[in-house]
């Protein structure tokens, strides 16, 4: 049983870039005014028709070994039982491996039956603290909103037609995806199981062992090498496959999470050293920012140095072009040029033909 993690405040576990990108977010013209048109229109109770469906509520006589072991991430990371009875969680019938935390005011948890089939119990705990830690941070709304517009597109919510709708998703989504690193921290201190944590990334993204051998060390080896390697024209790439993606790929989150194990901090948290809730505004703002800062810097320096690196290679082979010229020119005007084709080439075959 893992140890409770007494008032411990959401933002112990939010990721700096979560922050940020949530803050740029809210910057965007027109932003609080979408959130507050879709929330009108769809509404809580609309919210749970949408994503329930044929979902079943889990409790003490319903599937009550997934409900004990939500009972325990609830006193693991110290639900606030002032009054908030604790959100409902719900098991959906679908093969896809998936789970999420919607709602407006009531937010509620659903996970699919195609998650419960591929992971362990502790892994279980992992994805259910995930879910419970984006409740906690407040922030569903914005979440609930972005799966809305996933659900429909932008194009079918007339009521978004007066902002500019590519800047709205790719910024709604670059939170999205920032706002899962935050869960997984989470996620991990509520399991307090990191090989159980980041072993869901790899059954996420390569499915049961079904009597094989998932060798943990070689997907984080794997995850540090789509991160790191590569060339300019790759980032590029990568930026451009996951700009729409809701979520950040299973190889990149068990990375960021690791680093995180690997850093102390995680350590630092169970031995009891974290942010308790009613203390959050003693953490100045400017620390937000720097953290922030300090994390997109980090992340950008691999690109930027392979950036510098073709940059490099273009100015060293403009130079030795501007050399080469430099040297016929001092040949002198006596130097003959050399005589023109008595008939022009053959046009080149063009590929495959």
């Known amino acids: ?26 910057a965007l013209p027109g932003f609080d005014d979408v959130v507050r048109r879709i929330a009108g229109v769809f509404g809580e109770r609309g919210v749970r028709n949408l994503f329930l469906g044929d979902a079943v509520l889990v409790g ?11 009972q325990d991430v609830l006193q693991t990371l110290d639900w606030p039982n002032a009054g908030r009875p604790a ?11 998936n789970a999420g935390a919607v709602g407006f005011d009531q937010p509620f948890i659903v996970i699919s039956s195609g998650t419960l089939e591929l992971l362990d119990r502790d892994e279980q705990r992992f994805v259910l603290a995930q879910q419970l830690g984006n409740i906690m941070t ?6 609930t909103i972005a799966l809305i517009v996933l659900f429909f597109g932008m194009s079918a919510l007339p009521l978004l037609a007066s902002i500019a709708l ?19 921290r989470a996620g991990m201190l509520g399991t307090q199981d990191p090989r159980a944590s980041l072993m869901t990334f790899l059954k996420l993204a390569g499915g ?16 540090a090498e789509y991160e790191m390697g590569g060339t300019a024209w790759e980032s590029i790439l990568k930026a451009l496959n996951t700009a729409l993606r809701e979520h950040p790929f299973h190889t990149v989150r068990a990375g960021e999470l690791h680093r995180w194990q690997q850093s102390g901090a995680y350590g630092t948290i169970l031995g009891g050293d974290y942010i308790r809730r009613g203390s959050e505004a003693e953490r100045p703002f400017r620390d937000d920012m720097r953290d922030a ?5 980090e992340m950008a320096k691999e ?14 082979a403009f130079r030795d072009a501007f050399k080469a010229a430099a040297s016929m020119g001092d040949a002198g005007p006596s130097a003959s040029p050399p005589p023109p084709p008595s008939e022009p080439p053959a046009p080149e075959q063009p590929p495959g033909s």
């Open 1 to 26: 049983m893992p140890s409770q993690l007494t008032q411990i405040s959401s933002v112990t576990w939010e990721h700096p870039a979560d922050r940020a990108a949530l803050r740029a977010l809210r």
């Open 303 to 316: 690109a930027t140095d392979a950036v510098g690196g073709v940059i490099n290679r273009a100015a060293d």
């Open 293 to 297: 800062s300090d994390y997109y810097k």
């Open 208 to 223: 049961k062992q079904e009597g094989d051998t998932l060798d943990l060390d070689a997907y984080l080896a794997q995850a």
């Open 166 to 184: 590519l800047p709205f998703q790719l910024a709604l989504l670059e939170w999205y995806r920032k706002s899962e690193l935050s869960a997984d």
């Open 60 to 70: 003490p006589t319903q599937r009550p070994a997934l409900y004990a072991i939500y």
């Open 138 to 143: 407040g922030r569903t709304t914005y979440r």
């Open 87 to 97: 959100p409902q969680l719900y098991v959906a019938q679908t093969p896809i491996a």
